[in-house]
């Protein structure tokens, strides 16, 4: 009841605060990524294909007399996604703190650091089967009805700054898929200089719970830890991050849970126009049929590098390399590694 309460306070909040008769101030952004990818998969037969990677957002913001900004944003995507307009309302204070409302999303997964990687759009497709997790923030997870509250900078200390994030039931009929009811978050991110090198530590920790509604019982619901490193010394950038959960509702039907764990580097170094990228990530995963327990883990260990020329302002080539080695099961299937080509121009 607490959660509903909250969730409704600050919807009532948001749409009552301001009392602004002119149109709100709206600005476009975007990018338009097109190029090659060129797969050639363990024991298939390799193909190729144009990506294309296609997004316009526009976002709306205005400011009330008492200094509050309130802002939304809708986006309209590449040819598989038509359009995303479940953005909330982000409400903005005079003191440097902000609260997210409705799809606010997961405080925990708002402050994994970003690990450096391949910036080309190139990927090798592993079964579905194979569910071990490649990303920090695997074990994060929300309903509509949430808030996320991020705290002014230097919070508690010089360069720390926090998330809290809560969901609640949306009411939804459960199905025989496992199904998101509410969950908890809390996450920060601390920056701070070490010599001539500006260091970010972030971590963040999500307690999901679900239903499933066939009556067979969850062992494991969504929810873990991450934590990160980033280091930038000049142009050269290296990162480092580990994460540590379990997930429910993977596999093809959704009826799936597992534990899972991450380990991921990568490095990034940018001279003149150049930037380069290489990076790793190592994630294991032992999935079961939702109540059962056993067989033998996943995995996939992921290496992949580019290199991206800035073209002209807002115009960059991009040249990326990915190869993965995968196991379901523990049996090798469906790995290999692929080449990208092709350019962003951004707006």
């Given amino acids: 009841m607490k959660k509903e309460l909250l969730i409704g306070t600050a919807l009532v ?4 605060a301001a009392s602004v008769a002119e149109a709100v101030t709206a600005t476009m952004s975007g990018n338009h990524q097109t190029g090659v990818e060129f797969d050639s998969p363990t024991g ?3 193909t190729n294909a144009q990506k294309n990677d296609n997004n316009f957002t526009v976002s709306l913001s205005e400011t009330t007399d008492g200094g ?7 986006k309209v995507m590449d040819e598989n996604t038509k359009e995303d307009y479940d953005a909330g309302f982000t409400l903005a ?3 440097g703190s902000k609260l997210d409302v409705l799809n606010a999303g997961n405080a925990s997964g708002s402050h994994a650091v970003s690990i450096p990687g391949s910036a080309g759009a190139e990927g090798v497709t592993v079964t579905s089967a194979n569910v071990a997790p490649t990303g920090l923030d695997f074990g994060t997870g929300s309903t509509a009805l949430g808030v996320e509250y991020h705290t002014a900078a230097d919070f508690l200390a010089d360069g720390l ?3 809290f994030s809560t969901s609640t039931d949306t009411g939804a009929a459960a199905t025989t898929t496992y199904r998101v009811d509410e969950h908890f978050a809390l996450g920060a991110t601390y920056v701070t200089d070490l010599g001539d090198s500006a260091v970010t530590l972030g971590g963040g920790y999500s307690e999901v719970g679900g239903s499933k509604g066939s009556g067979t019982a969850v062992v494991n619901d969504t929810g873990g830890f991450h934590v990160g490193l980033s280091a930038v010394t000049g ?4 990162a480092v991050g580990f994460a540590d959960g379990h997930k429910a509702g993977v596999s093809d039907n959704g009826s799936d849970e597992y534990e899972g764990e991450v380990v991921k580097a990568g490095v990034k170094y940018v001279s003149g126009d150049l930037t380069f990228n290489v990076g790793v990530a190592s994630g294991e995963a032992k999935d079961n049929t939702i109540g059962s327990s056993g067989g033998s883990a996943d995995s996939q260990d992921v290496t992949s590098a580019s290199v991206s020329y800035a073209v002209a302002s807002g115009v960059t080539a991009i040249l990326g390399y990915t190869v993965v080695d995968a196991h379901d099961e523990g049996i ?9 080509i092709g350019a962003n121009m951004a707006f």
């Fill in 13 to 16: 909040s948001t749409l009552g």
């Fill in 235 to 238: 142009d050269l950038t290296v």
């Fill in 161 to 163: 700054k926090m998330s």
């Fill in 44 to 46: 298939g037969t390799d």
């Fill in 332 to 340: 090798a299937t469906d790995d290999g590694s692929a080449w990208y």
């Fill in 68 to 74: 509050m900004t309130i802002s939304s944003s809708f």
């Fill in 93 to 95: 204070f005079t003191d």
